[in-house]
């Protein structure tokens, strides 16, 4: 079974930092895109991050400057660094990958974790 979980929320002051990890496991044959999206009260998801499987990589305008999107293809892994954390980045962060489980898939599959939250105050 294919599966993203993500790992590294928390609560944090304003200024502080984080970092999540969302990994990807089971039967998989590549990853394209992969990504962090959230979602705060009341709003919609909204993307963050995206990172190709080649390493370009899309921002937000509200965090650029403050986080920054890896990935570990070996570990089909990716990685949010959030610094400078602000109360508005308070939400449940998501997980999101474009994966395909058999070479002869003609198009990649969404797949999305569970989400895991980030509180940041005071």
């Known amino acids: 079974q294919v599966q993203l979980v993500e790992s590294g929320g928390g609560l944090v002051q304003p200024g502080g930092s984080l970092r999540l990890s969302c990994a990807a496991s089971?039967?998989?044959?590549?990853?394209?895109?992969m990504g962090w999206y959230r979602q705060a009260p009341g709003k919609q998801r909204e993307l963050v991050a995206a990172?190709?499987?080649?390493?370009?990589?899309n921002y937000a305008d509200s965090v650029k400057g403050r986080f920054t999107i890896s990935r570990d293809n070996a570990k089909n892994t990716v990685y949010l660094q959030m610094n400078s954390l602000k109360p508005e980045d308070t939400a449940v962060y998501y997980c999101?990958?474009?994966?395909?489980?058999?070479?002869?898939?003609?198009?990649?599959?969404?797949?999305w974790g569970k989400g895991t939250l980030v509180t940041v105050s005071s």
């Open positions: 990172i190709t499987s080649g390493g370009s990589t």
């Open positions: 999101n990958a474009d994966m395909f489980l058999s070479p002869y898939d003609y198009y990649g599959m969404d797949y």
């Open positions: 089971g039967s998989i044959f590549s990853i394209n895109a």
